[in-house]
């Protein structure tokens, strides 16, 4: 009865119900497909010594199928296969899916929308989930972290949005993953900060101090180099790469620029495995290091150059200047085309500005945040 209702739903109509679907006769499996095509209930008939046999495969790959996806597969409960690649198949992903011991769904090539259930974090057999190419939309569920056994993701060419989830990390089998021709943001670093969530945008932390170091994101697929060391350095702490702001704060909401990521002489965050196309780079500052006031305190210069892709976009940049003031917030965006995956942003001192002022130890390129928005 429920082969019945999934047919109905799927507007499959070779199968013959007067037979044994387990025999694979009578449109239960065509032994000569089409190149490309599948067609084929597979049954497992080793229960209770041969006498009960139970679904666990269901292959209809190009069959130019228009129905849409059946919830019933729910009553299959020994089902680990189902692949209905390239039909013309409409509507959501039932999240009763995730009840089952599925190990591979391919749903490939058809005019499905909605998000990928929730649910199917529960799916702790699943190795393969393929949902390329169809009109899928929302957040991807941070439960799909949980999938311990998944080696193979396929989510490209849909309309997912947001942030590929921090749980992915979890994700130790996963082999290949494909994500590319979505809507996921790009990139945001919190410089020299702890994760934070802005209008509903989270900044990734970025705490490693000391230099030079390189710092890898495993979690999020970014790198940061920071070069050389602070002669002289006479701050308090001394040596450190993230320094946590002495001017009064004037902005709205500060807890971008409360802290920020320097460098003596240069520092590079490398971003992989973004989507290609067309982004703007918005990079964060306010200076936190200089007073507002008038003393000698406020009387320091700092100057560096913007570089991105290479690519020299602001040379001689001062942070106090642009943002008429300390303690100030300025944005600089740059529109920038992606084509390999790869973003670079680099901020470099070329020896210019003040040394000493507050303290020996203050000068070099300063960043409060890091926006790579499509």
């Not at 229960?47 to 292959?59: A, K």
């Not at 957040?139 to 490209?156: K, V």
């Not at 050389?228 to 006479?234: E, P, Q, T, Y």
């Not at 150059?305 to 600089?332: C, H, P, R, S, T």
Request: with cysteine.
């Amino acid at each position: 009865e429920a082969l019945r209702t999934i047919a109905s739903t799927l507007k499959k109509t070779t199968w013959n119900f007067s037979l044994n679907p387990c025999e694979g006769v009578g449109g239960w499996r065509n032994p000569n497909p089409i190149e490309g095509s599948e067609d084929a209930v597979t049954c497992d008939c080793s229960f209770l010594n041969g006498t009960v046999c139970h679904v666990t495969s269901i292959l209809l790959k190009t069959q130019d199928l228009q129905g849409s996806l059946p919830k019933e597969l729910i009553d299959l409960p020994y089902l680990q296969e189902i692949n209905l690649a390239r039909n013309y198949l409409n509507g959501s992903i039932p999240p009763e899916w995730g009840a089952l011991p599925l190990i591979n769904i391919t749903l490939l090539g058809n005019r499905l929308t909605g998000p990928i259930p929730k649910e199917f974090g529960n799916i702790s057999t699943l190795r393969s989930l393929a949902v390329d190419s169809n009109q899928l939309s929302g957040t991807l569920p941070s439960e799909l972290g949980s999938l311990s056994n998944l080696q193979r993701l396929f989510l490209n060419s849909n309309n997912f949005s947001g942030d590929i989830p921090t749980t992915f990390a979890k994700l130790t089998n996963l082999t290949d993953l494909r994500i590319s021709d979505n809507r996921f943001y790009g990139l945001h670093i919190n410089c020299g900060g702890e994760d934070v969530i802005i209008n509903g945008t989270k900044y990734q932390a970025d705490m490693y101090d000391r230099a030079p170091h390189y710092f890898e994101s495993t979690i999020n697929g970014w790198v940061s180099s920071n070069t050389a060391n602070f002669i002289d350095d006479h701050r308090v702490p001394e040596g450190v790469t993230i320094w946590n702001n002495t001017s009064e704060l004037k902005m709205i909401d500060p807890r971008l620029y409360g802290q920020a990521r320097l460098s003596p002489v240069s520092f590079t965050y490398y971003a992989m495995c973004i989507v290609n196309g067309n982004y703007d780079v918005n990079l964060h500052f306010a200076e936190i290091m200089f007073s507002g006031n008038q003393t000698y305190k406020s009387l320091g210069r700092r100057i560096f150059d913007i570089y991105i892709q290479g690519k020299l976009m602001l040379k001689d940049f001062n942070i106090v200047e642009e943002a008429n003031g300390v303690g100030k917030l300025v944005v600089k965006t740059f529109p920038v085309t992606i084509t390999d995956g790869n973003l670079e942003i680099r901020l470099f001192s070329a020896g210019k500005g003040t040394v000493t002022i507050p303290d020996k130890g203050v000068y070099g390129p300063l960043i409060s945040a890091i926006s790579v928005d499509p």
